[in-house]
């Protein structure tokens, strides 16, 4: 069975740009999670959507926006970024969430200029 | 907001030797989950913790957590290089939420 995937795997944007991440879970798994990882402040939670609706959100500005299709591939955006978007975001899938063990994608590694 | 501490930050330690890594959590939970980190990479799901009392095994790592105390413990037995790493628990609440722990960069030393 695949892992899960995300694209593209780098990326460089200047401030005030927005960019779009995408990530394709596992087939079969409908809970998809976005974590952003930096070096200061650890993995943070982003968001779950799980059957195209966002179930839970964490304690991000509302610059950080996400989706889910009907095929559980989910997409995250931010928009007008600033130097301390730059991090790995993480995406994991899961067959529902909740109490499973989530499976990670490899990440995007974004850099804000 | 639930928080969750690991300790120590940094561990390194001798190849054959043992250790433990420690997970606090600050809020009532029964769901506790161990994660491996290599540099540039991914994290790898190592373990589930579901319940008070549950222990699990994979080859030279051991899980267990006390929701009582609010503790779990991955212990390393006879450590080997290939298990450096950096190693995170998470615990979620009710809502499906996930807290990381800081995380614990492990350096075994030959």
């Known amino acids: 069975k695949a892992g899960v995937t995300q694209t593209p795997r780098y990326l460089i944007k200047t401030r005030g740009q927005q960019v779009t991440l995408s990530c394709s879970p596992i087939?079969?798994?409908?809970?998809v999670s976005w974590y952003q990882q930096t070096p200061g402040q650890g993995l943070q939670f982003l968001f779950e959507y799980f059957s195209e609706t966002q179930r839970n959100k964490g304690n991000f500005p509302g610059r950080f926006s996400g989706r889910q299709f009907s095929n559980s591939r989910s997409e995250m955006n931010v928009s007008t970024l600033e130097l301390g978007d730059s991090a790995l975001y993480l995406c994991?899938?899961?067959?529902?969430?909740?109490?499973?063990?989530?499976?990670f994608g490899p990440g995007t590694r974004l850099t804000v200029l | 907001e639930l928080k969750v501490e690991q300790n120590p930050l940094f561990l390194s330690m001798q190849e054959g030797k043992n250790y433990t890594i420690y997970c606090n959590y600050s809020?009532?939970?029964?769901?506790l989950y161990w994660y491996r980190q290599d540099p540039g990479k991914s994290l790898e799901s190592l373990f589930v913790?579901?319940?008070?009392?549950a222990v699990k095994q994979e080859g030279r790592l051991m899980a267990s957590l006390d929701t009582k105390a609010r503790l779990s413990t991955l212990h390393i037995t006879a450590a080997v290089h290939d298990l450096s790493a950096t190693y995170f628990c998470a615990v979620s609440n009710t809502g499906n939420q996930f807290y990381f722990g800081t995380g614990t960069s492990l350096t075994v030393i030959p």
């Open positions: 087939s079969g798994h409908r809970s």
């Open positions: 809020t009532t939970s029964d769901r």
């Open positions: 994991a899938s899961s067959v529902a969430g909740g109490s499973q063990a989530q499976y």
């Open positions: 913790l579901l319940s008070n009392g």
